[in-house]
RNA sequence: GGAGAGAUGGCCGAGUUGGUUGAAGGCGCUCGACUCGAAAUCGAGUAGGCGGCUGACGAGGUCGCCUCGUGGGUUCGAAUCCCACUCUCUCCGCCA
């Protein structure tokens, strides 16, 4: 959520944030409910200040034995009054939270103009983009052939976008998982959570899925439960409501978690392969940091993530996402984007976010920067460090053998139980 | 799922015949005094939010309002009475 007070007092400079991201906002309706608020706030504040005054006049009389008949018939008047404006108050706040709660985030000076994902800038590239010396396979072709993915018996079981991992191809992301939360936990200094799966409207709002994008998530019917698209989604909410100890700050976490996402609008796009599921696994970091340090903790995060491409062998390249690309809570957002060879594109793997104090401010997660200083809003940044399904899709992709077979990563073989190749039964 | 108990400031813990209790007391913490220094002792301070005025939309100052799990009700007035909800604890049932 934006401040209010921004708006109020730059309105401009709100307007040509929001113009960069493509979006006309009506902010004349914004300050015009702002200064309704304020209005009926100074005329209720000064009737309860004379019930206050009056009432321990009350009180007076009646100890002293006296009546005071007269000022309790006034101040029947004076509630009833005060009722009435705080109902209209009341409306006056939900209406303008309503339409401050669908405004997304400002971009940073940094991101550079641009409309969609054509005008993202790459900022650098990390190995070879090689093709290889036979025609490559598709991933799920490769996956097939290894009858380490089973995709029919995943549409059969659950639907479309569900896939059985099987043998090999279980253990390949099982050792994903633990291969990327050991590198951040022991190398990159975060601490481990593991968090619920499932999260209330409450935690969905702090992050910003909800009010806009509640057709995107899963919902359990009948409850006020979320299937959670990501981990940044309950590991940001961890200290919702909380005012944090300056001298803990940043605070790094990372989470396994699985991901559920409706996928809706995405019809025919991607409909083969792992890309794009209804269910994936994703290995998430998330950090709390001092404001004015914030940008310095997005490029350690970035480079944090890299890593896991770079031990893995994976070819990737880093994108600055452009104003008009960027995601709604988010203010300056690196993408990263995994080679994949049959394919002969860049995907993304990873998108690493600093959200600023938008998040915070509407999860309320504040720091006191020193003893006696007044709480801030703290800095909030996700990535993903990485997206463990399209991991595996770009091993499958990048390591298969013309044989069929797929040479598993160095790095990963003490997770594979020394497995040096996956090969056709 | 059934029965009962409870939710007060960073923590512990008073306060329920409604009226200087935004809140006693203790602990913790901060600053000061004492000390060569420390401990002990003594003194002062120690929640958050919103708004008005002042000031530059800053710092600061000043006035006021709200908040004793959340929401609503009764009342001139509610931490205190009533209702609903949420969460925590104990016991029973069930279960990985």
Same mark, same amino acid.
């Given at each position: 959520?934006?401040?209010?007070?921004?708006?109020?007092e730059? %309105?401009?400079?709100v307007?040509?944030? $929001?113009?960069?991201?493509?979006?006309?906002?009506?902010?004349?309706?914004f300050l015009? $409910?702002?200064a309704?608020?304020?209005?009926?706030?100074?005329?209720a504040?000064a009737?309860?200040?004379?019930r206050?005054t009056?009432?321990?006049?009350?009180?007076?009389l009646k100890?002293?034995?006296r009546e005071?008949?007269d000022?309790?018939?006034?101040?029947? =008047? +004076?509630?009833?009054?005060?009722?009435?404006?705080?109902e209209a108050?009341q409306?006056v706040?939900?209406r303008?939270a309503?339409e401050?709660?669908?405004?997304?985030n400002?971009p940073?000076p940094s991101? %550079?103009?641009?409309s969609g994902?054509?005008?993202?800038?790459v900022v650098?590239?990390?190995?070879e983009?090689? *093709?290889?010396?036979?025609e490559p396979?598709?991933?799920?072709e490769?996956?097939?052939?290894? =009858?380490?993915i089973d995709?029919?018996?995943?549409?059969?079981v659950a639907g479309?976008?569900?896939?059985?991992y099987r043998?090999?191809?279980? &253990?390949?992301?099982?050792?994903?998982i633990?291969?990327m939360?050991?590198?951040?936990?022991? &190398?990159?200094?975060?601490?481990?959570?593991?968090p619920p799966?499932l999260?209330?409207s409450?935690a @969905?709002?702090g992050?910003?899925?909800l009010?806009k994008?509640a057709?995107? @998530?899963?919902?359990v019917?009948?409850?006020?439960y979320?299937?959670?698209p990501?981990a940044?989604?309950?590991?940001?909410?961890?200290y919702?409501?909380e005012i944090?100890?300056?001298?803990?700050l940043?605070?790094?976490?990372?989470a396994?978690?699985? #991901?559920?996402?409706a996928?809706?609008?995405?019809? =025919?796009?991607?409909?083969?392969?792992l890309?794009?599921?209804?269910?994936?696994?994703k290995?998430?970091?998330?950090?709390?940091?001092?404001p004015?340090?914030?940008?310095?903790?997005l490029? &350690? @995060?970035?480079?944090?993530?890299?890593?896991?491409?770079?031990?893995?062998g994976?070819?990737y390249? +880093?994108?600055?996402l452009c104003? =008009?690309?960027?995601?709604?809570?988010s203010?300056?957002?690196?993408?990263?984007e +995994?080679?994949?060879p049959a394919a002969?594109t860049?995907?993304e793997?990873?998108? #690493? *976010?600093? #959200?600023?104090?938008?998040?915070?401010?509407?999860?309320?997660?504040?720091?006191?920067?020193?003893?006696k200083?007044?709480?801030?809003?703290?800095h909030?940044l996700?990535g993903?460090?990485?997206a463990?399904?399209?991991?595996?899709?770009a091993?499958?992709?990048?390591y298969?053998?013309e044989?069929?077979? +797929?040479v598993? %990563?160095?790095?990963?073989r003490p997770?594979m139980?020394?497995?040096?190749a996956?090969?056709?039964e």
């Amino acid at each position: 959520m934006l401040d209010i007070r921004l708006l109020r007092e730059n %309105p401009e400079l709100v307007a040509e944030g $929001l113009r960069r991201r493509g979006l006309a906002a009506p902010l004349e309706l914004f300050l015009e $409910l702002d200064a309704r608020r304020r209005s009926l706030l100074t005329e209720a504040e000064a009737l309860r200040n004379r019930r206050n005054t009056v009432s321990e006049e009350i009180a007076r009389l009646k100890r002293a034995g006296r009546e005071a008949e007269d000022l309790i018939e006034e101040m029947r =008047g +004076v509630s009833r009054r005060i009722k009435e404006l705080d109902e209209a108050i009341q409306a006056v706040e939900e209406r303008l939270a309503q339409e401050m709660l669908v405004l997304p985030n400002l971009p940073h000076p940094s991101v %550079p103009d641009g409309s969609g994902e054509e005008d993202n800038l790459v900022v650098r590239v990390w190995g070879e983009a090689r *093709s290889l010396a036979f025609e490559p396979r598709p991933h799920w072709e490769v996956a097939e052939r290894l =009858g380490i993915i089973d995709f029919e018996r995943g549409a059969k079981v659950a639907g479309a976008r569900f896939v059985f991992y099987r043998g090999a191809g279980a &253990k390949l992301e099982r050792a994903l998982i633990n291969f990327m939360l050991d590198l951040h936990t022991e &190398k990159h200094g975060y601490t481990e959570v593991f968090p619920p799966f499932l999260v209330n409207s409450g935690a @969905m709002l702090g992050t910003g899925q909800l009010p806009k994008f509640a057709g995107d @998530m899963f919902h359990v019917s009948g409850t006020d439960y979320y299937l959670i698209p990501t981990a940044e989604v309950p590991v940001t909410n961890l200290y919702r409501e909380e005012i944090l100890d300056g001298d803990r700050l940043p605070i790094y976490h990372v989470a396994y978690s699985a #991901c559920f996402r409706a996928e809706a609008g995405a019809a =025919g796009r991607d409909t083969r392969g792992l890309i794009r599921q209804h269910q994936f696994n994703k290995v998430e970091l998330v950090k709390f940091a001092r404001p004015e340090e914030s940008y310095e903790e997005l490029e &350690k @995060m970035t480079r944090d993530a890299e890593e896991v491409l770079q031990l893995l062998g994976l070819p990737y390249r +880093v994108v600055l996402l452009c104003a =008009g690309d960027l995601g709604f809570a988010s203010a300056k957002t690196y993408d990263l984007e +995994v080679w994949f060879p049959a394919a002969g594109t860049y995907r993304e793997i990873s998108s #690493c *976010s600093n #959200c600023e104090d938008f998040q915070a401010r509407r999860a309320n997660i504040r720091f006191r920067p020193g003893p006696k200083e007044k709480p801030r809003y703290v800095h909030t940044l996700n990535g993903s460090g990485v997206a463990v399904g399209r991991t595996v899709a770009a091993i499958l992709e990048n390591y298969q053998q013309e044989d069929g077979s +797929v040479v598993i %990563p160095p790095a990963l073989r003490p997770y594979m139980g020394g497995l040096e190749a996956i090969r056709p039964e």
